[in-house]
């Protein structure tokens, strides 16, 4: 079974620190774009920070210089340093991934979406 689980959430004071962590997992022959969404309850969920099979990143811009999304391609895993938290900042965080994986002898690509960690940072 294909699927992204994430960790690392919690509850952190302001001006803390936390790293989120989200692997990939089942037979997976190809990740491409990876990212980090969040969403607080009424709101749309929100694009965070984005990476590419190549490298390339971009952020929101209320986290930019704060938050640094990387991956481990040897580990099917993408991260996200966050730093310098702010209450504002308290929301579910979501990974998502767009996937390549065996079925059988057939090959699929498809959007995923991780279960959700939650993020509190206290003032």
């Known amino acids: 079974q294909v699927q992204l689980v994430e960790s690392g959430g919690g509850l952190v004071q302001a001006g803390g620190s936390l790293r989120l962590s989200c692997a990939a997992s089942?037979?997976?022959?190809?990740?491409?774009?990876m990212g980090w969404y969040r969403q607080v309850p009424g709101k749309q969920r929100e694009l965070v920070a984005g990476i590419t099979s190549g490298g390339s990143t971009n952020y929101a811009d209320s986290v930019k210089g704060r938050f640094t999304i990387s991956r481990d391609n040897a580990k099917n895993t993408v991260y996200l340093q966050m730093k310098s938290l702010k209450p504002e900042d308290t929301a579910v965080y979501y990974c998502n991934a767009d996937l390549g994986y065996y079925s059988g002898s057939n090959r699929f690509l498809k959007n995923y979406w991780g279960q959700g960690t939650q993020v509190t940072v206290s003032s």
């Open positions: 089942g037979s997976i022959f190809s990740i491409n774009a």
